[in-house]
């Protein structure tokens, strides 16, 4: 049974940090891609960053260079470390895990196959 379980959300003022894990089980978690999705109320899920089943990262431009995206595969875990905290980062964060996703998919909730039940990340002002 496929399970994907976030954890690390919070409440934090503006500026801060904060880092997500999203624990994985039940498939081949090193040939998967995996991603952050977030949802603010009245919003649309949006991708927030992607890691590729090679290693190579990519980020929505709202968040370069603030949020990095890694993940431990011997640990079937994916982390996101949220720098320089904005209140417009303020959602449900969602882990996701895809076996194929092409990189002009990775923002399409469409391409995942998995996903967790989400984290709150709150920021304030």
């Known amino acids: 049974q496929v399970q994907l379980v976030e954890s690390g959300g919070g409440s934090v003022q503006s500026g801060g940090s904060l880092r997500l894990s999203c624990a994985a089980s039940g498939f081949t978690y090193s040939s998967y891609s995996m991603a952050w999705f977030r949802q603010a109320p009245g919003k649309e899920r949006e991708g927030v960053a992607f890691i590729h089943s090679s290693g190579s990262t990519s980020y929505a431009d709202s968040v370069k260079g603030r949020f990095t995206i890694s993940q431990d595969n011997a640990k079937y875990t994916q982390y996101l470390q949220m720098n320089s905290l904005k209140p417009e980062d303020t959602a449900m964060y969602y882990c996701?895990?895809?076996?194929?996703?092409?990189?002009?998919?990775?923002?399409?909730?469409?391409?995942?196959?998995?996903w967790g039940r989400g984290t709150q990340v709150t920021v304030s002002s």
């Open positions: 996701a895990a895809a076996p194929t996703c092409r990189w002009s998919s990775w923002r399409q909730i469409s391409s995942y196959n998995y």
